[in-house]
């Protein structure tokens, strides 16, 4: 079954990913747009903990615990997020649903090995923004939409049963357009001007970044285990081609406009930074009952300065720390299907690193779900899961100009096992 799934799946998230828009923040203004979170949805429902490692769950954040997986793993996830932007005088509803992974994980021996695609960022803002410029009233509209996706590929080594490592490799591909229009409504004497300018970047991005993990597990008592977990990301450069197109245009009297004179320049060859980032993180627990952990993740994103280009916008390092775990009170149970269920929490608190209108802007969150056995078992156990996760946060402020992002996500992902891969078939 699992072989007739990727296909379908692969074809499937390629169209989405590059017609859905998921996001309307402003925020998505600066630096490539939102950062979509990398992980699969059951450990999102942790607070984007991933130090646990499983044998039937792919943890697309730390490359290491491929070689714990005992069968090939089929992910995928969607997600919708329903948003409230508020200011200091104003509040707007977003709904956004997006499609964020589709991963195929599996065991060799004392490999393990992955492949996949998923978003890295999205684009997406409408702002209408008037200011007064000498005598001139001056109406901007900014828009943009788009942004960067992610195949990756990965490989783990267990060295010992105890200590895993893995590399991941990623491609990083995508567009993203981004316009100014201005127009003068008001030139100090009551009259508006019916033509304006307009500047549309359309960027291209392409390049290589890495990521690569360890894992270790130590044996402490009554079947309770030490979980330990680092990950690591190199400072990378992917190429940034940029087409800039400005124009005269003229309104309409429904508001729309056409371009009159358009004036093309030369395609630009810029450096996109992907700044370094680290995590550590530990817990502690019986990995088919309960477990606990903190991780602790590090952005190297003040180097983003030598590239910023915004007087009222800066970076410093961000960091994030997220708190969760899980309980599932007996995976073997043949009589109770409640038992088998697996309830998992968690709080994240980041500090993004962005800093606006001398603003820092954080972001925390609490979340919970549930991993619901499906399919056939083995051993007794059920080896497909479907998660489904809530979050509830917050990212911004209402003051200084800003904007604040109250959200709650709804999320699903399938985690698909299938053994038969490493059965040799007789046939008579």
């Known amino acids: 079954m699992i072989k007739k799934l990727i296909l379908s799946l692969a074809l499937a998230f390629g169209l989405s990913a590059y017609a859905q828009q998921g996001t309307a923040s402003p925020y998505s203004f600066y630096n490539g747009g939102d950062l979509h979170f990398k992980g699969t949805h059951d450990v999102k429902a942790m607070g984007s903990l991933a130090v646990f490692q499983d044998s039937i769950h792919s943890n697309l954040l730390n490359p290491a615990s491929l070689a714990q997986l005992q069968g090939a793993n089929l992910s995928l996830g969607l997600s919708t997020s329903m948003t409230q932007f508020a200011s200091a005088d104003n509040t707007v509803n977003v709904n956004r649903t997006t499609f964020d992974y589709l991963s195929l994980a599996f065991p060799a021996g004392k490999f393990g090995f992955s492949l996949g695609v998923m978003p890295r960022s999205f684009v997406g803002y409408d702002i209408l923004n008037e200011t007064q410029e000498n005598e001139f009233t001056v109406r901007k509209n900014y828009l943009g939409e788009g942004g960067i996706n992610r195949a990756f590929v990965g490989i783990a080594y267990k060295i010992t049963d105890r200590l895993n490592i893995g590399i991941e490799t990623q491609y990083n591909f995508g567009q993203s357009e981004n316009s100014v229009t201005k127009f ?3 030139d100090g004497h009551g009259l508006s001007l019916d033509r304006g300018t307009r500047e549309l970047v359309n960027n291209r991005y392409s390049g290589l970044s890495f990521n690569t993990g ?5 044996p402490l008592k009554d079947k309770v285990q030490l979980n330990v977990g680092v990950t690591y990301s190199p400072e990378m450069k992917i190429d940034n081609e940029q087409d800039i197109t400005l124009s005269t245009i003229e309104l309409g009297d429904d508001l729309s ?9 030369p395609t630009r060859n ?32 003040s180097k983003l300065n030598e590239y910023n280009i915004y007087s009222n916008a800066s970076y410093n390092d961000g960091y994030k720390v997220a708190l969760g775990g899980f309980y599932t009170a007996d995976h073997r149970s043949l009589t109770s299907y409640m038992k088998r269920i697996t309830y998992r929490f968690g709080a994240r608190y980041e500090n993004t690193g ?5 603003q820092e802007i954080k972001d925390y969150s609490v979340s919970a779900g549930i991993g619901l056995p499906i399919g056939e078992t083995r051993q007794g156990i059920s080896i497909s899961n479907l998660n489904i996760g809530l979050e509830y946060g917050q990212r911004g402020t209402s003051s200084h100009g800003l904007i604040k992002e109250n959200y709650f996500n709804v999320s699903i992902g399938l985690s698909f096992n299938d053994f038969s891969w490493f059965v040799k078939r007789k046939f008579n």
């Open 184 to 186: 003068i409504m008001d």
């Open 214 to 218: 360890i894992n270790y597990v130590h």
């Open 257 to 265: 406009f056409r371009e009159v004179d358009v004036f093309e320049q």
């Open 270 to 301: 810029n450096d996109f930074l992907l700044p370094a980032k680290y995590s550590v993180g530990a817990g502690i627990g019986d990995p088919n009952k309960w477990f606990a952990g903190v991780e602790y993740t590090g952005t190297q994103s």
């Open 354 to 358: 962005f800093v606006l209108n001398q």
